[in-house]
């Protein structure tokens, strides 16, 4: 039996807010234990408010931020196969897509960019998923994978398109 190549294109929830606020805990918590091992002090009691308040302060802004997301768009889970694209478990073929493009979303989650692909299928119907982190050159790498895919590189979009909050998804 010959195993079927499929990539995940679309990233969890924890994956999207770990890449997010990651930089930011690790700037706040090694700052904290580099200035703790090197204090003679070493206040154990300190080092552990810090590091309690700045998980608990990471923790607040990934549920709210997770719970706008979930109350103003409907992510889908979209998995790339060899000849089809599986949406929500739906297979599709090429045929029934129309476009993939690139959204840049301002003023989504406060004065961030989320960066999310939609699809656009022949019938109307368009779905969307959250892109994964971008390179160094600001390319979405599933742009890029989908690209290089010989059925879908023809309905891809090279153009990043910039909306203005949730409600212009509608």
């Given at each position: 039996m010959i195993a079927k190549s499929t990539n995940i294109l679309s990233p969890t929830y924890f994956a999207f807010?770990?890449?997010?606020?990651?930089?930011?805990?690790?700037?706040v918590i090694v700052p904290t234990l580099f200035i703790y091992i090197l204090s003679e002090d070493r206040d154990l009691v300190l080092l552990l408010c810090v590091v309690i308040t700045c998980v608990i302060a990471i923790s607040f802004l990934w549920l709210s931020e997770y719970s706008r997301l979930r109350k103003n768009i409907h992510l889908s889970k979209v998995i790339l196969e060899e000849n089809t694209l599986r949406i929500d478990d739906v297979t599709y073929q090429a045929e029934q897509i129309d476009m993939?493009?690139?959204?840049?979303?301002?003023?989504?989650?406060?004065?961030?960019?989320?960066?999310?692909?939609?699809?656009?299928?022949t019938d109307g119907?368009?779905?969307?998923?959250?892109?994964?982190?971008?390179?160094?050159?600001?390319?979405?790498?599933t742009i890029r994978l989908l690209k290089k895919h010989e059925l879908l590189s023809s309905k891809t979009s090279d153009v990043q398109i910039e909306k203005d909050g949730f409600a212009s998804l509608l």
């Open positions: 807010f770990c890449a997010r606020f990651g930089p930011i805990v690790l700037l993939i493009s690139s959204i840049g979303l301002r003023n989504a989650l406060d004065k961030y960019y989320v960066y999310l692909i939609e699809i656009k299928m119907r368009k779905f969307y998923f959250l892109d994964k982190r971008m390179n160094w050159k600001f390319e979405s790498p």
